[in-house]
T-cell receptor, first 110, second 113 residues
């Protein structure tokens, strides 16, 4: 079993939809949680960073962490075609290596 | 502008050749990382360095080597011992103390001919 599980998709939604992307993990020591967006043939770009449990909002993006369930989510409101990309979750216990999910491919259709 | 640069963007290697991928950062970050990305497998850690003149093997170090002679630079050599080197290679550096965020370069696509 992988330490971090992420559905690879692809997830296809119409423009304007609310998108929910999720990861589950098994290591209870993880405290730092990140979401990266990666366009084709580009390096990953940090979208959201959360420490421990709770919610964090930045514009159309909301990150949620539920440590009791070992489950993290990224919500995208009013999705746009420019949001079409691969979304990677990543997490770590402080000072240790980042562990990445395999990535979810998102396609937003206009 | 602060950031991480990788060169070249595309690299072609013949069987039996060693090639070196460049990674430079001007973010004043201490820690730097090399990852390999293959379709459907996410990012796998090759090597990392937390400080100049020191580096550690990651999960898939066999067939690779690195050096860290300067804070700004962390080159990766893909040797002929790496059996399946065709992949997308990403360099990253770690953010501020107290955070575990990593910031990535644009990547190098290596293809073995």
């Amino acid at each position: 079993q992988k330490e971090v599980e992420q559905d690879p998709g692809p997830l296809s939604v119409p423009e304007g939809a609310i998108v929910s992307l999720n990861c589950t993990y098994s290591n209870s020591a993880f405290q730092y949680f990140m979401w990266y967006r990666q366009y084709s043939r580009k390096g990953p770009e940090l979208l959201m960073y959360t420490y421990s449990s709770g919610n964090k909002e930045d514009g159309r993006f909301t990150a949620q962490v539920d440590k009791s369930s070992k489950y993290i989510s990224l919500f995208i409101r009013d999705s746009q075609p420019s949001d079409s990309a691969t979304y990677l979750c990543a997490m770590s216990a402080y000072g240790n290596k980042l562990v990445f999910g395999a990535g979810t491919i998102l396609r937003v259709k206009s | 502008d602060g950031g991480i640069t990788q060169s070249p963007k595309y690299l072609f290697r013949k069987e039996g050749q060693n090639v070196t991928l460049s990674c430079e950062q001007n973010l004043n970050h201490d820690a730097m990382y090399w990852y390999r990305q293959d379709p459907g497998q996410g990012l796998r850690l090759i090597y990392y360095s937390q400080i100049v003149n020191d580096f550690q093997k990651g999960d898939i170090a066999e067939g690779y080597s690195v050096s860290r002679e300067k804070k700004e630079s962390f080159p990766l050599t893909v040797t002929s011992a790496q059996k399946n080197p065709t992949a997308f290679y990403l360099c990253a550096s770690r953010g501020l103390a107290g955070e575990d965020t990593q910031y990535f370069g644009p990547g190098t696509r290596l293809t073995v001919l």
